[in-house]
């Protein structure tokens, strides 16, 4: 894809329909988070990027586990895709930027 085929209705389609989107999206927003709070699993920065607080400890420990073994189970996809749309902007820069 170009840069200019990714729009925010792009990215959240393919989070609702895509399991490797959902895991991959964790992964790419694992890797805005510093490594102390990667480490414990919280957000200690208000920096904007990376996990919110609420969602630091579970998607940290989902996109972990995506990266160690390439997939989540029916219940963790539903549960991220149920908090992955607030990322959207981030997950759009993440996009264009590659």
Do not use: C
Not at 57 to 86: E, V
Request: hydrophobic share 40%.
């Amino acid at each position: 894809m170009t840069t200019a085929e990714w729009t925010k209705e792009r990215i959240l389609e393919l989070i609702a329909t895509n399991h490797t989107m959902v895991g991959r999206s964790l992964v790419k927003l694992l890797a805005r988070q510093t490594a102390d709070e990667v480490a414990t699993k919280t957000t200690r920065y208000h920096n904007g990027v990376g996990f919110s607080g609420p969602d630091a400890t579970i998607l940290t420990s989902f996109a972990q586990q995506f990266a160690q073994k390439g997939y989540l189970s029916n219940k963790q996809l539903a549960l991220a895709r149920k908090r992955l749309p607030k990322y959207h902007r981030q997950l759009l820069e993440e996009a264009n930027a590659a």
